[in-house]
C-alpha cells in the first residue's frame, strides 16, 4: 500500500529504477523500534558508505554553502558524491544533490508509519558555475522511502528520469558524464541502492 505522501515524480523521459527490500519483524512493537533505527540510518547520510557496506561512492551532507554537516539531514541540504573515476570539473570533484523533501508520516489507525527523502542533481554550492554538478540532468530524481506495516518493513528507491547531463560548457564533464551515466542507466549504480536499501534494513537476527 503506499500513501498519498509518497510523492514520486512521474516518469517522462530517460531511464527509471524501483528497488524494494523488506524485514518483518517478530510482531510490530518490535518494528517500530527497527523503524526508528532505519529511518536513523537513511537520515544519516554521512555513513551511507558504511550502511551499504561498499567503497563504490561515498557521501558527505553539506549546507547552501557547501560546508560540510555532521548531522542527520534535513529538507534543504546538499549531499556531495565522490564515485570512483575521475570527478566533476563543475562540482570541483563531485557530484551534487539537493534534498528538496523530507517527509514523515504516521497512521497509528492502519499500523502503519513511512518516511521519504527525495534528491535532485543540483548545481555546486562551492562555486559560481550554474551548470549542474551530476552525471545525470536536473529533471532526474531518487526517492528513498522506509515503510512500515505491522511487523513489516520495506524500504524503496525510486530512480526517475535518468538522463545524462551532457549540457554543459566543460567538454571534459561532458565526456565523463555520458559514460558514467551510461553505466548508471545499464545498471552499475543498482548494486549501490540495492545494498543502501537492505543496508537500512540490515538487523542482527
Excluded at 92 to 119: K, S
Excluded at 138 to 153: M, P, Q, W
Amino acid at each position: 500500500m503506499e500513501h498519498p505522501s509518497h510523492d514520486i515524480p512521474e516518469h517522462e523521459h530517460g531511464a527509471k529504477k524501483s528497488l524494494k527490500h523488506s524485514y518483518s519483524a517478530e510482531n510490530a512493537d518490535d518494528a517500530e523500534e527497527l523503524f526508528v533505527v532505519a529511518k536513523n540510518r537513511l537520515l544519516d547520510v554521512n555513513n551511507w558508505d558504511k550502511t551499504a557496506e561498499t567503497t563504490s561512492a561515498s557521501f558527505q551532507l553539506t549546507d547552501h554553502h557547501g560546508k560540510d554537516l555532521h548531522r542527520k539531514a534535513h529538507t534543504g541540504d546538499y549531499i556531495k558524491i565522490k564515485i570512483p573515476g575521475p570527478g566533476s570539473k563543475t562540482g570541483d570533484g563531485y557530484d551534487w544533490v539537493h534534498i528538496e523533501q523530507i517527509a514523515y508520516d504516521d497512521y497509528p489507525d492502519e499500523h502503519t508509519e513511512d518516511i521519504l527523502m527525495q534528491v535532485r542533481p543540483c548545481s555546486a554550492p562551492t562555486n559560481n558555475d550554474e551548470d549542474v554538478a551530476h552525471f545525470f540532468k536536473e529533471d532526474a530524481t531518487s526517492t528513498f522511502i522506509i515503510e512500515r506495516h505491522g511487523k513489516l518493513l520495506v524500504a524503496h528507491y525510486y530512480g526517475r528520469n535518468e538522463v545524462p547531463n551532457t549540457n554543459m560548457e566543460s567538454p571534459t564533464d561532458m565526456v565523463r558524464n555520458t559514460v558514467v551515466a551510461a553505466g548508471a542507466i545499464i545498471g552499475l549504480s543498482d548494486v549501490q541502492w540495492s545494498n543502501l536499501i537492505k543496508g537500512f534494513l540490515a538487523f542482527e537476527e
